[in-house]
């Protein structure tokens, strides 16, 4: 089937998104992946990134750019963030405590939706904030399913080890106690789109006091309930 549109810098723009879909790459990936020479591939990336279409992770190498989520949020056809709003307040409603969503970005996860407790003390994660891979029960979730390179790649300098997520990934849920912040313990589940694929994970986040050492036992019912929902969503 001939997928060109007859303007062919905008093909080939096409292809180096279509080549980024599946995670990070370097130039020399890109190359590999679009089959288009090394400048014209490197001009290509560059430019998109210019526009926000394309980003790098901390290694520098280039990652879809954020300019494609707030399109899609623009054209209603971000399923996923659409559906969020109501089942965050659902899920903070019935824990008492604040819920986010996040998406993994090369090698940080964003904050994508949340929604705070409404009295009390909160503990919540600003939308748009930018935390590490490394820490925390929604980067575990978020990293327990990857293709084993990337994973082994991802406990690099983590604060949690292959074991945990080998208990996460049968679970269905992480949980973190001051893994992140002192005094802060969470629970995440994974959200999963087509071919079951994890795309994001959803989250309750709040004090130790109120979590108790065991967190999982409190919340993971709800956390998961949530994002059996959210890929009821995603999946369609």
């Not at 926000?52 to 992770?57: I, Q, S, T, Y």
């Not at 994660?125 to 994973?151: C, F, H, I, Y």
């Not at 679970?171 to 313990?185: D, F, L, N």
């Not at 130790?208 to 929902?229: K, S």
Request: net charge positive.
């Amino acid at each position: 089937m001939d997928n060109s549109s007859g303007v062919g810098v905008l093909d080939k723009a096409a292809l180096v998104l279509s080549a980024l879909e599946s995670g990070p790459a370097t130039l020399a990936g890109l190359v590999g992946a679009t089959g288009l020479p090394r400048p014209t591939a490197h001009r290509l990336a560059v430019a998109l990134e210019h526009h926000r279409m394309v980003a790098r992770d901390m290694q520098g190498r280039f990652i879809l750019g954020p300019r494609l989520s707030e399109l899609a949020v623009m054209a209603g056809e971000d399923r996923l963030l659409a559906t969020a709003g109501p089942v965050l307040t659902h899920l903070r409603d019935v824990t008492g405590e604040s819920a986010q969503l996040y998406r993994r970005q090369g090698d940080m996860r964003i904050c994508v939706a949340a929604a705070e407790r409404l009295s009390g003390l909160r503990d919540t994660v600003p939308v748009g904030s930018t935390l590490p891979m490394k820490a925390g029960s929604a980067a575990q979730v978020l990293l327990a399913w990857e293709e084993s390179e990337r994973l082994y790649r991802g406990l690099e300098g983590a604060r949690f080890t292959a074991t945990t997520l080998s208990g996460v990934r049968r679970r269905g849920w992480a949980q973190s106690i001051g893994e992140r912040e002192p005094g802060v313990a969470s629970v995440s589940a994974p959200v999963r789109g087509p071919s079951n694929r994890v795309v994001a994970a959803v989250s309750v986040l709040g004090p130790i006091e109120r979590f108790t050492r065991h967190p999982g036992r409190v919340h993971a019912q709800a956390v998961v309930d949530a994002a059996a929902h959210l890929s009821e969503h995603c999946a369609t």
